[in-house]
């Protein structure tokens, strides 16, 4: 959702950043119109700056996220920098600098009291811009193509570093499906009364809803996905949906917001960005998501990983994606602990205040019951 910000305060929040990394704004029609807001979620602002360097006209992309919202501030600043050389065509932002043109690893604690970690990039068009809220109408059969293609590009050239991102010593997340279930009890027992009420959350559906998530935590550990099944772990981006891609016309070749990045199965990732782009998360709908936009999904991704020569994932569910599908069963559970991530951001500060967070709360919990 993009809360809207007027031209001058998009102008001084941001002006600390363009002087860190050098850039003026274009004047030609006055700085505030060079200006424009991409996204601003409470928890990021992210804007697009048309900017004079050197008499050459260009834009840039300029993300700001606060200090307090990283974790693993190192790692991301590594990840991207390794990508920055990837040979897989992906756009991604490859420098981060504090608001006073200090380099530095990202850290809460910021010595001189700043309160913004930016990052910049040249910006890659992107039209339309896509806000995963929004009815999946919007993006095109074409789009959510393009975009299973782009994350099998990112799983293979992450595949490449991971080693020497292991080697540098950055504390990096690890495989999460185990701490989903216990996350989402936490985030539950937080939540006031009224609104669990309003996503139909009572206690006895939070019991059962807890017991699905353990049952396919434990299979993918223990269970149905033995160790011969489970594919090499990755570093997978963490939030793919469709506001985190840059496209240029109906192609999808950028991919920002890495904050959640982590070494995990890739079918995590495969399987969030299946529900963000295939599912009516913020309509009520009986449908758990649409199937053609499923189907291309998982066609974008196939296509590319075997195009590029490697192996697809084992457990990666038949492209037409049915109920009786080959290893459809199997894949159920990583969308399972998919729609408990999302349903984790309905439960949220931002969440709670946003006017889809009762939907998307209510759509996660069908998806968890449903899949």
């Known amino acids: 959702m993009i809360y809207s910000m007027s031209s001058n305060a998009l ?12 850039l003026t704004l274009e004047s030609k029609n006055g700085t505030g119109a060079a200006l424009s807001l991409l996204k601003n979620d409470g928890a990021s602002v992210v804007v697009k700056a048309r900017c004079n360097q050197d008499g050459v006209i260009q834009d840039f992309v300029l993300k700001g996220t606060a200090f307090s919202m990283y974790r693993q501030s190192a790692a991301i600043v590594t990840i991207e920098n390794l990508l920055a050389d990837n040979d897989q065509g992906i756009v991604i932002p490859v420098r981060r600098l504090s608001v006073d043109g200090k380099h530095t690893y990202i850290a809460k604690g910021f010595s001189r009291g700043a309160k913004t970690a930016w990052s910049v990039t040249v910006f890659v068009p992107n039209e339309p811009s896509f806000d995963w809220l929004e009815p999946s109408s919007i993006w095109t059969g074409a789009h959510t193509y393009s975009a299973g293609a782009l994350l099998a590009k990112t799983h293979i050239a992450t595949k490449k570093f991971k080693a020497r991102l292991l080697e540098t010593g950055c504390e990096i997340e690890t495989a999460i499906h185990a701490r989903v279930p216990q996350l989402l009890r936490d985030a539950v027992d937080k939540t006031d009364s009224k609104y669990l009420e309003r996503i139909g959350c ?33 570093i997978v981006h963490g939030d793919f949906q469709p506001g985190n891609v840059l496209y240029q016309g109906d192609r999808a070749c950028g991919l920002i917001d890495w904050d959640y990045a982590r070494l995990d199965n890739p079918l995590m990732d495969l399987a969030y960005g299946l529900l963000m782009y295939a599912a009516n998360l913020s309509l009520e709908e009986k449908v758990s998501f649409d199937t053609d936009l499923a189907v291309k999904f998982l066609q974008g991704y196939t296509d590319c990983i075997t195009a590029e020569g490697h192996e697809l994932p084992v457990c990666i569910p038949d492209s037409d994606f049915t109920p009786s599908s080959r290893n459809a069963h199997v894949f159920s559970d990583y969308l399972k602990l998919s729609a408990a991530l999302i349903m984790l951001w309905s439960l949220s500060e931002t969440g709670q205040k946003h006017r889809c967070g009762v939907t998307v709360g209510r759509r996660a919990l069908q998806l968890i019951h449903g899949i």
Do not use: T, W, Y
């Not at 102008?11 to 050098?22: E, K, R, T």
């Not at 559906?205 to 090499?232: D, M, T």
């Open 11 to 22: 102008q001084i929040l941001c002006m600390p950043c363009l002087d860190a990394f050098g």
């Open 202 to 234: 009572d206690n006895n559906i939070k019991e059962r809803v807890i017991e699905f998530l353990n049952k396919a935590a434990c299979n993918i550990e223990n269970g149905l996905h033995s160790q011969s099944l489970k594919p090499e772990e990755v």
